[in-house]
């Protein structure tokens, strides 16, 4: 049995580069990118009006002169215009190019406006002023976003703004998730008494995702045979395979015998942590297989922990660690790493984290209780005081 640190590694040193596709912009929100993008040109492309209001050129009204003549109107949108007379002023819309021979705009409420003059009722400007000047923001060729980030609204208006209407990003995995088990039915079942839903498979379907990832589901029954035959193709057809179920030392856990005869290579089996002792992860040359145990608790948790940071290093992107504080005491007995359920709160910028009292691994209901998993390293003390740091897994 190794550790959790160990298993960590072993996932990390074993994931898969999906390739690179070109997709309409719009349908990138939560991909990774594949491509810096660049500015087309200067941010502003122009020197941009920021305020309704009269341009003038400076000098003058530091010479003392506070009416000006209206020689014309620049809206936005329209060719840069050009004010012949030094002295006189352009009316000028927010967003229109500053016309030539004006440096400095002044608002429309501090002016006052008749048909053919307009009067500055202000004592002080400053010269330059209200305008966007141009390349100020970002310069032609500047990196305005850089490969592998993942994508939001933010990035959305900015791909639309240098014309990327399609964008490289990394491929998604086709992936396989599979349920086993007799005991049980589909969602839309009403079970026997010995009978439970099917949820494991849709709560992965979920987690994956957040991650934008689509998946398809499969559900094998506890017979070796059929097993096999499934999931021999599925290794052949997709890039990771998900399980749930038949991993542990029960007369019908044949998977990991099956897996071993598919000609999977097992990168391990059983990690010392509670919950999902029995996890089992093997690799082929073009497929990953994650074989999480059974119970809700144990799938949820070693999906968060292992497939998460599989997938992003996979792609590109670094996972970041996150912590809290633990908010009050507690004893672990086990040695081993414990993900434990707790709620998160924040106070005066730090993170707290309170533990839920839940029924084990098979208690599904008690996720709806936290926000997420503090880890608990493995170490021979049994005692967590209130105000340690630990790592933890959000899922909220």
Not at 10 to 35: C, D, S, Y
Request: net charge negative.
């Amino acid at each position: 049995m190794i550790t959790v640190e160990e298993a960590k590694h072993i996932i990390l040193e074993n994931t898969q580069n999906f390739g690179i596709e070109e997709i309409p912009f719009l349908e990138a929100v939560g991909r990774i990118l594949k491509e810096d993008i660049v500015a087309d040109r200067d941010f502003p492309p122009f020197n941009r009006v920021a305020m309704d209001g009269i341009a003038i050129n400076y000098r003058f009204f530091e010479y003392g002169v506070r009416d000006f003549k209206i020689e014309g109107i620049q809206p936005a949108g329209a060719p840069q215009q050009t004010m012949v007379n030094a002295s006189n002023c352009y009316e000028v819309m927010t967003g229109a190019c500053l016309p030539n021979n004006t440096d400095t705009v002044i608002r429309y409420e501090d002016v006052d406006i008749n048909t053919l003059m307009a009067t500055i009722n202000i004592d002080e400007i400053t010269e330059g002023q209200n305008i966007h000047v141009q390349g100020s923001d970002k310069t032609k060729e500047d990196v305005l976003i850089k490969k592998n980030t993942i994508i939001s609204a933010a990035e959305i208006g900015v791909l639309a703004t240098v014309g990327k209407a399609m964008v490289k990003v990394a491929k998604q995995p086709k992936v396989m998730i599979v349920s086993t088990g007799d005991e049980l039915v589909d969602v839309n079942e009403n079970p026997l008494d010995h009978q439970i839903r099917r949820s494991n498979v849709y709560t992965l379907v979920s987690l994956l995702n957040d991650l934008k990832i689509p998946a398809k589901t499969a559900h094998i029954a506890d017979k070796k045979s059929v097993l096999k035959e499934k999931i021999a193709s599925f290794l052949q057809e997709y890039d990771v395979l998900l399980f749930s179920g038949a991993v542990s030392k029960g007369k019908f856990d044949f998977l990991p015998e099956v897996l071993d005869e598919l000609g999977v290579k097992k990168l391990f089996h059983r990690v010392s942590q509670r919950p999902g002792k029995p996890f089992w992860a093997g690799v082929t040359d073009n497929c990953n297989v994650f074989a999480f145990p059974g119970n809700p608790v144990s799938t949820f948790v070693n999906c968060l922990v292992y497939f998460y940071p599989w997938y992003k290093k996979s792609v590109g992107v670094s996972s970041e660690e996150k912590t809290a504080i633990l908010a009050k005491d507690l004893t672990f007995k086990p040695n081993l790493s414990c993900f434990l359920q707790v709620k998160l709160t924040s106070k005066k910028g730090q993170v707290y984290a309170t533990p839920i009292k839940g029924n084990g691994s098979g208690d599904l209901a008690s996720l709806i209780e936290a926000d997420g998993f503090i880890e608990l390293p493995k170490t021979e003390e049994t005692e967590f005081k209130k105000g340690s740091v630990f790592p933890i897994i959000r899922y909220r």
